[in-house]
């Protein structure tokens, strides 16, 4: 599943000088227009990119889209997975039984859950760079990070919409995202686990597939369902092999776009240590699930996110094992360099500046190990997010917008807060164990006799300092921590300052250390990275022209492809698999990931299997595009994007098509299923009353 998968370090510029038909995240303000009518006799309107824009949604990290006039928000279930957990319990098992909301009045508000839409778009490139001339790469930076924020926060002032800006081309580029968010969600279906993530961590990433992966939610504004007068409607007619298809979402991160020296360092760093978490993660979160269903049922969803993060950079770092792709990397860059040096112009503004970046790379590696062991340690529990959370926002709040730490300026403040007063649950033996492992983690990277370890277990072991740490905690509490939040910045700050809490003494032992590791990235390879790059942006734009994609940043983008077949050991594999064919494959294997539920199996003999299910496509996608729609010429949803097969893996760094494919869900089998298996009549009507 292509759940957002970001990379460890900043994403930077140096285009590939040749590329596929059919590569490239486009963005909306920029699409491939020339290339579309050349070679599809297509040419997208502005009108009709500025539709595709608004009914695009950014759902959790992810994406989704409008799919009806009265709010309806289409996803994966593997996207809104965290929201059905959170909505579950021991008696009301959504992730494993599913959920149907009949009426409007059964569906289910999310905690916390916030989705929102790319409004509109403006260059401020000029803007942001002239904070930044005439300063060193780590005042520059500065700078320009302080500019962000004040724009962000005028900009808020201004319009009352959510504004962000991004950074493209790593840093040669600079957009302000004006954004719609709605923070009143509801659940309104997802299908039980075994039919949404039919095949487990087996057939994860592999193709033929069978997946039902999909979940429906509504956006609320004011009480009332929001009226969204830009959504997709649909096709039941699907498509036919070779038909060009679109993609809109949110692709999480693509680092395409790297000097061969930040690619190794990711090859050689940054990938196999974040591997070692996830191989050791996993294996500690299926121990603890083991135990009981209970605990299988608490940590599912942890166990899904790090068995999937395992399986996705395992694919990444095999790539990058390639001598073919590392030589196409190595190829890119020489011409580049080539086009640099004939030109004395160009020389003279890039100077040194791959060099500078290979020193910074270099130096960041020898840090690399120790700040992602005290960065990672604790990120899967909540008890000590929130705890480092207020103790950060008791710090950073009342200080002006421009100097706070960027995940605490006005910009993402709702979003902090938000996920503060959540009714989230938390559940104290899981808490118990996330900190003592986390704990023990930190000893083995750092050494048990290092300072910060030591300072960390006061004097315990792992377990018994969890425990005394989870057993005194009042955060599991959303109303004690909604009333921090609500005394405001000094209230805050004297309730914290007064507190005896062991777990608020505990997060103030790590913040000055992760504020170290804050600052030592950002005035060192960040700073470098980012005038670099911008340098390379200017010197491939004069040399090229601005005639191809940023890097994927979580932000809204198009991608576009045809339906297809792809050669595999001899043979080909078929564009599309059947409603038959998912029987087929459950009743040839044994293993529990294939156990279909109760609701299909009682339906087989009414569904058609002859309904194609699952199909691959040529559209460039990554992690962060789960949950984006398919869409054909008119627009219309012809399906919806839940995977991406192996051979996709490498695409982080590398597009071609000749097997990557990405995998989605057909727009005839999700109303099929619903209709026959779900009995989902009213949701049907809804989806189709368009088409």
């Known amino acids: 599943m ?29 699409p491939p227009t020339q290339r579309l009518a050349q070679v599809h006799n297509f040419s997208p309107s502005a009108e009709w990119l500025l539709e595709m824009q608004r009914a695009a949604v950014n759902v959790d990290g992810a994406s ?112 302000l995202h004006r954004v719609k968010r709605y923070t009143d969600v509801r659940l309104v279906f997802a299908p039980e686990i075994q039919a949404a993530f039919f095949g487990g961590d087996t057939d994860n990433f592999e193709y033929p597939r069978f997946c039902f992966d999909v979940a429906f939610v509504r956006a609320y504004e004011n009480g009332a369902p929001v009226q969204s007068e830009n959504f997709l409607r649909w096709s039941t007619q699907g498509s036919q092999e070779n038909d060009l298809v679109f993609v809109f979402g949110h692709p999480g991160s693509t680092e395409r776009l790297l000097t061969i020296a930040d690619v190794e360092h990711r090859r050689d760093v940054a990938i196999p240590t974040r591997l070692e978490w996830y191989w050791r993660t996993e294996n500690k979160l299926t ?20 068995a999937n ?40 503004r890039v100077g040194d500046a791959l060099d500078r970046l290979e020193s910074a790379v270099e130096d960041a590696a020898r840090t690399h190990e120790r700040d992602w062991a005290i960065s990672r340690a604790f990120r899967l529990s909540r008890l000590v997010q929130h705890a480092d959370t207020l103790v950060s926002l008791a710090s950073e709040w009342p200080r ?86 609500k005394a405001g910045p000094s209230g805050l700050a004297k309730a914290l300052k007064d507190s005896d809490e062991p777990l608020l003494a505990f997060a103030r032992t790590l913040d000055p250390v992760l504020r170290e590791i804050t600052a030592r990235r950002e005035s060192g390879l960040e700073a470098v990275s980012r005038d670099v790059y911008a340098r390379l942006a200017d010197a491939r734009f004069a040399a090229f022209g601005k005639t191809t994609y940023p890097d994927a940043t979580g932000t809204l983008r198009l991608s576009y492809g045809t339906v297809k077949s792809y050669p595999e050991g001899g043979g080909t594999v078929p564009a599309y ?115």
Request: aromatic share 6%; net charge negative.
């Open 64 to 175: 989704g889209s409008f799919v009806s006039s009265s709010g309806l928000i289409m996803t994966n279930h593997h996207v809104a997975s965290t929201w059905i957990q959170e909505l579950s319990s021991a008696e009301h098992d959504y992730i494993k039984n599913g959920f149907h909301a009949r009426t409007r009045q059964e569906e289910l508000p999310i905690p916390g859950a916030e989705v929102s839409v790319l409004w509109d778009i403006e260059d401020v490139t000029e803007k942001i760079k002239a904070a930044g001339k005439g300063k060193s790469p780590e005042e520059a930076n500065s700078a320009i990070l302080r500019a962000i924020a004040e724009l962000e926060s005028a900009e808020k002032q201004r319009s009352g919409m959510h504004a962000r800006v991004v950074t493209l081309y790593g840093g040669g580029v600079y957009h």
């Open 309 to 348: 993060g395992r399986k996705a950079f395992t694919g990444m770092y095999h790539g990058l094992l390639d001598p073919a792709l590392m030589g196409a990397k190595r190829d890119e860059e020489a011409k580049l360099r080539a086009a640099i040096k004939a030109d004395p112009a160009l020389a003279a």
């Open 577 to 691: 698999t059947t409603m038959g064919g998912l029987f087929e494959r459950a009743a040839a294997r044994d293993e529990s990931e294939f156990d279909l539920p109760d609701s299909w199996t009682k339906a087989k003999d009414a569904l058609n299997l002859g309904t194609p299910f699952n199909f691959v496509c040529t559209a460039d996608i990554i992690g962060g595009n789960s949950g984006s729609p398919v869409v054909n010429r008119e627009g219309r949803v012809v399906g919806l994007i839940f995977d991406g097969n192996i051979q996709s893996l490498p695409l982080a760094f590398q597009y071609s098509d000749k097997q990557a494919r990405a995998v989605a869900v057909d727009s005839r089998a999700l109303v099929e299923g619903l209709r026959v298996v779900y009995k989902a009549d009213a949701l049907v009507r809804e989806l189709t009353a368009g088409d």
């Open 400 to 485: 002006p917008n421009a100097d706070r730490l960027r995940e605490f300026r006005d910009a993402a403040m709702p979003g902090v807060i938000a996920d503060l007063e959540a009714t989230t649950p938390v559940y104290p033996q899981y808490e118990t164990f996330l900190i003592a492992d986390g704990l023990a983690y930190l000893a083995q990277h750092l050494g048990g006799d290092d300072p910060l370890v030591r300072s960390l277990l006061d004097g315990k072991s792992p377990e018994d300092r969890a425990a005394e740490l989870v057993g005194a905690s009042k955060l599991g509490d959303a109303s004690h921590r909604a009333a921090l939040v």
């Open 2 to 30: 292509i759940k957002p998968l970001r990379l460890a370090l900043l994403a930077g510029f140096l285009l590939p000088l040749s590329a596929s038909a059919e590569e490239g995240m486009w963005l909306l303000t920029a």
């Open 287 to 306: 121990a603890f699930a083991n135990r009981s269903a209970e605990n299988r049922r608490i940590a599912s969803d942890d166990i899904f996110g790090v």
